[in-house]
């Protein structure tokens, strides 16, 4: 096994746990489906999607202020979510077909064809793979996803997740049936409504893929230094940093291995702490400038975009939040939700933080009906997601 081959099993190990996931509800469908017979059924998520978005998009519109545009609804299986994914990595420009494979081969389980990709461009490979557990190791959890005008639900999850707890609560089936498909109600009006407030945020959507774009830019820049280092700048690093070593006939790997370390969102997060997103300024060690002096500058030039991007995600999931919070609170379909699937309650629920919604729940308060289109057209800055009132006094 050559090393592009090592680099592709080591890939697909970082989502195992993911994978070992997606056997178990299929197993746990299959013997759900076998236990009911034709006894029991559950409608399809198209159904039911289609009966509830439509009301979704008009209370949505009168809660935000916003019109809410027609969005197209698919119901891709578990290969095409995964896939769907990839197209938000949003990558440097000239990647995007690299990404494309990438994780078309990943939501494939496609080691060869992973090896391959790795051996053709090993710098696109490094930057991109990094996304791979972030992105697909939580496809069981994720319900649905919007991308450029369309509402994607998960149909592997959504179509097996009723029948798995139907099953789990026992026989005689039929008496939990009706709580259970009311819960199931309950997720598909949740992450429609998700989703639609997702599709009035354009603003926010576009600063967020510009962005995660620069950010990416800036890694394949550095991918492209540490590639092109001499043995004896990389035999420095491995000795200062402490990293483990690995022979030297494994070349790839050596600075696959630096790469991961020196990369910003692991390395500067790591030394400066999740205040970095409120910084304006970062500082290196100047040992490791000595080895590699560029890397100050792609630090600092980094900041802006990963801030701009953690700003415009926040408040994005914020707002989306804090609408099902308040929207979904007296319905019957979603608390049945929070019990059935989510195993906890409304009251629960409802003191559950986060930066974002908290952020979105104080600008409400004070500005009122016009708060969403406030935040969509004038985000908040890092430091306003945490001090709202700076936000008040800037706009």
């Known amino acids: 096994m050559d090393e592009f081959e090592e ?30 017979g034709t006894r029991i059924t559950f409608d399809d998520i198209r159904t039911i999607s289609e009966q509830v978005a439509p009301e979704s998009a008009r209370n949505a519109s009168k809660f935000t202020g916003i019109a809410v545009p027609p969005s197209k609804m698919e119901f891709p299986d578990l290969a095409d979510f995964k896939h769907l994914k990839g197209r938000k990595v949003f990558p440097a420009k000239g990647s995007e077909g690299f990404v494309d494979e990438l994780f078309r081969a990943l939501a494939l389980e496609d080691a060869g064809k992973i090896a391959q990709l790795a051996k053709s461009d090993i710098g696109r490979f490094l930057v991109y793979s990094t996304y791979a557990k972030g992105y697909i190791s939580q496809i069981s959890t994720t319900y649905g996803d919007f991308y450029e005008s369309t509402i994607y639900l998960n149909r592997f999850v959504l179509s097996s997740y009723p029948q798995i707890i139907l099953h789990k609560f026992g026989p005689p089936y039929e008496s939990n049936f009706g709580r259970v498909n009311s819960g199931y109600r309950g997720a598909l009006k949740m992450t429609i409504l998700e ?8 603003n926010l959507y576009s600063i967020n893929k510009a962005a995660v774009t620069q950010v990416n830019e800036i890694n394949e820049e550095l991918a492209k230094i540490i590639l092109d280092l001499d043995v004896t700048k990389i035999n420095g690093l491995y000795e200062y940093l402490q990293i483990p070593a ?33 910084f304006t300024k970062v500082t290196v060690d100047p040992k490791i400038l000595d080895f590699v002096p560029e890397l100050l500058d792609i630090y600092q030039r980094w900041l802006k975009p990963i801030q701009s991007h953690h700003a415009a995600f926040t408040t994005m999931e914020g707002m989306a939040e804090f609408a099902v919070r308040h929207m979904l609170r007296d319905d019957a379909d979603f608390h049945n939700y929070l019990v059935t699937f989510a195993n906890t309650d409304i009251s629960t629920y409802q003191i559950r933080k986060s930066i974002g919604m908290d952020f979105t729940e104080h600008i409400v308060s004070k500005i009122g009906g016009k708060a969403y289109g406030t935040m969509i057209e004038n985000p908040p800055t890092t430091r306003e997601l945490k001090n709202p009132e700076i936000y008040l006094k800037r706009i």
């Open 246 to 278: 690995v022979p030297e006939d494994y070349p790839a790997a050596q600075r696959a291995n630096l790469f991961f370390t020196l990369n910003p969102d692991n390395f500067i997060v790591r030394v400066l702490g999740p205040d970095v997103m409120t």
């Open 195 to 202: 989703e639609q407030v997702h599709s009035i945020q354009k």
């Open 7 to 36: 680099f592709a099993f080591a890939l697909l190990d970082q989502i195992s746990v993911e994978l070992g996931e997606e056997k178990t509800i299929t197993e746990a469908r299959a013997k759900a489906s076998e236990a009911f």
